[in-house]
């Protein structure tokens, strides 16, 4: 580590000790890692002053999935006006903030670097901690912002377009990964499925609404694991069952019925996330489940858990919609207890585009 890297970390864990003694901690977050440039101001890691997403869906929307490189540019121009617009709605100055957040992984590449050599900036020149926080801590974390009274230990499922893992909460900043998906994460599968079925991208939100009205005859798509003793899931066999049906459709010059391969894609992936989670809820003992990620939006998923909830005596908590899908605030919350912890990062934090086990 250069000299002047060095002295900088020195003071940071100097600081630490003064940090630990505040009443009132405002940490700064930055969320680069896909789609979304956002920026928050959160207060003890609970209370949110600002939370500032500006989407590239829009501009994704013509390649019909995210342009890695294409993001990174976006991200690069939107990320220090909303920076601003973050700190201007929270009422506070450089000057007043504890600490600077920033996901380092995972994601992709180029696109979280715009995020971490931002935080880097910020950090060095204010003299504040960095906090290199896991994404999939984050998602964990958008519960205690959107449940004050929740703590450790609980349950939660990370379901989104990058990720489905069962997480088992022991403590803050204290996980076990009980499974994950070998392939395709459920998002994932949700948006191709909805390509095919000529519902937009991202698709998710469109393939919801439309299975609603889809319980007409049933189609048996596979739900793979479901009764293997792991906690392990699979959706890209799912996924391209459901594709080559379509094509078959299509060309046999056959009616495509929307609505009924929704809705049983749909039952496929919940049926399978219900099992899972139940036989995780039971494993360790808890009775507290809490749901994250994009995919936590899904109505058939929320109403299914809550049914479970009410049938199996456990409490739910499920994030508002913009809690679930990727933001600042989360990150901010997450770094929050890590900075508790000690877990600040140095000036060499750098970003890792890869889900592994060992960076949660
Ligand atoms: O958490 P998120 O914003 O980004 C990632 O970290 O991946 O999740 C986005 C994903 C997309 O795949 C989108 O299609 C899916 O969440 N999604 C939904 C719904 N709303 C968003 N999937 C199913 N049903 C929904 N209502
Ligand atoms: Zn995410």
Redesign the pocket.
């Known amino acids: 580590m250069y000299s002047h890297k060095k002295i900088y970390f020195t003071k940071m864990l100097d600081k630490l000790n003064d940090l630990r003694n505040k009443d009132e901690i405002f940490i700064l977050a930055i969320e680069t890692s896909?789609d979304e440039t956002s920026a928050a101001v959160v207060k003890n890691g609970r209370f949110v002053l600002s939370n500032k997403v500006a989407s590239q869906i829009e501009l994704h929307k013509i390649y019909g999935g995210v342009v890695p490189e294409v993001a990174s540019r976006k991200h690069v121009e939107t990320i220090n006006p909303l920076i601003d617009q973050a700190l201007l709605e929270s009422k506070l100055t450089f000057e007043q903030l504890d600490g600077i957040a920033v996901t380092y992984g995972p994601g992709l590449v180029g696109a979280l670097l715009v995020g971490v050599s931002t935080a880097k900036a910020l950090a060095y020149a204010l003299s504040l901690p960095l906090i290199g926080v896991n994404h999939i801590e984050g998602h964990i974390s958008a519960n205690y912002i959107a449940y004050p009274e929740l703590s450790p230990p609980f349950l939660c499922l990370v379901v989104?377009?990058?990720?489905t893992l069962i997480v088992w909460v022991k403590g803050y900043c204290d996980y076990q990964i009980l499974g994950q998906t070998r392939d395709d994460a459920a998002?994932?599968a949700?948006?191709k499925v909805a390509r095919v079925l000529g519902l937009g991208y991202?698709?998710?939100?469109a393939?919801?609404l439309a299975a609603k009205n889809g319980k007409k005859t049933e189609i048996r798509f596979p739900r793979a694991y479901i009764d293997d003793d792991n906690f392990d899931f699979s959706f890209s066999g799912l996924k391209t069952s459901v594709v080559n049906y379509v094509n078959q459709l299509n060309q046999k010059g056959l009616y495509v019925d929307v609505e009924n391969i929704a809705y049983n894609f749909q039952k496929a992936v919940v049926d399978v996330l219900k099992v899972k989670t139940i036989k995780a809820l039971q494993k360790v003992g808890t009775d507290k489940l809490a749901l994250s990620?994009?995919?936590a939006?899904?109505?058939a998923w929320r109403s299914e858990m809550s049914i479970e909830a009410q049938r199996l005596g456990f409490k739910l908590y499920i994030p508002p919609i913009e809690l679930?899908?990727?933001n600042a605030a989360m990150i901010a919350s997450a770094a929050y207890y890590n900075l508790l912890a000690g877990n600040i990062s140095d000036l060499s934090l750098n970003a890792i585009p890869q889900n592994t086990l060992l960076t949660l």
């Open positions: 896909c989104s377009g990058g990720h998002g994932e949700y948006d991202p698709g998710g939100a393939l919801d990620g994009g995919v939006a899904n109505s679930c899908t990727d």
